[in-house]
């Protein structure tokens, strides 16, 4: 089964590397393709000040809920001696690659699955995993967004606008997004939450702020009411998809 949390919720838990703890979760960076959260920008307060620091999911090991924690397969040294990248620069394939190549790391770009070869992030920290990328065009670049950035982006179904994306439910196993979390209070009478699947997305208008979605006012307003106190199950998945007459991505 899945560990499906809350991106909201996951924001602000402690990162601690081998040797001691770093900062906290401050944005996740994702690419609108596989819809896969492909780095933690950690807050690293007093200890790193001034440095945006990228943790990739490839060195997350387990998250603790009570303790509201990840640990990080890395040592502060090794954090602290990774490529800097400018606080205001997007984060480039170029830099991805010196990024890997300085952890040892496999790509995930250039597989048949969301992290290249594997569908867990963690497989490609392991040396004899790494991705041939000799060949590959360096400014082959999937364009990384923020998840802090597309907090509040309208919701356009087809036939009208029905609310904005208030979070996201991520697969801490895959890392992969698996719901939008809609908040329709402003449009719909008695408006509730509801989930969306990245799968059920036509589109991302980035310049516009909103989210294009396949389904309409209707679907959405009779859909199964999503429960934020609530963990995201099979059942309650089942009963969603059952709903709109999507296939299950399990």
């Not at 170029?94 to 300085?102: L, S, T």
């Not at 516009?208 to 009411?225: A, F, N, Q, W």
Request: with cysteine.
């Amino acid at each position: 089964m899945p560990m499906l949390r809350s991106l909201k919720d996951i924001k602000g838990y402690g990162l601690s590397a081998q040797d001691g703890d770093i900062g906290r979760c401050s944005d996740f960076l994702f690419d609108d393709q596989d819809w896969a959260v492909r780095y933690i920008v950690a807050d690293t307060q007093k200890w790193l000040p001034g440095r945006k620091v990228l943790i990739s999911p490839i060195s997350i090991g387990d998250a603790d809920a009570s303790s509201r924690s990840l640990s990080v397969g890395l040592t502060r040294d090794q954090i602290k001696d990774s490529p800097p990248l400018d606080s205001d620069a997007p984060v480039s394939r170029r830099y991805e690659k010196a990024f890997n190549q300085y952890y040892d790391w496999g790509g995930y770009w250039g597989g048949p699955s969301v992290w290249g070869p594997h569908l867990y992030p963690r497989l490609l920290n392991r040396a004899q995993e790494r991705l041939r990328e000799a060949s590959e065009k360096i400014e082959n670049n999937v364009t990384l967004r923020s998840v802090r950035e597309v907090m509040g982006y309208a919701i356009q179904a087809t036939d009208t606008d029905i609310g904005h994306v208030e979070d996201y439910i991520v697969d801490l196993g895959t890392w992969i997004i698996r719901y939008l979390v809609i908040d329709t209070r402003n449009l719909l009478p008695g408006g509730k939450k509801v989930l969306v699947s990245p799968q059920w997305v036509e589109l991302v208008d980035w310049r516009h702020r909103k989210v294009v979605v396949s389904l309409t006012r209707t679907h959405i307003e009779k859909s199964p009411e999503f429960d934020p106190s609530v963990p995201v199950n099979r059942k309650y998945e089942t009963v969603l998809y059952d709903f709109y007459g999507r296939p299950y991505y399990w």
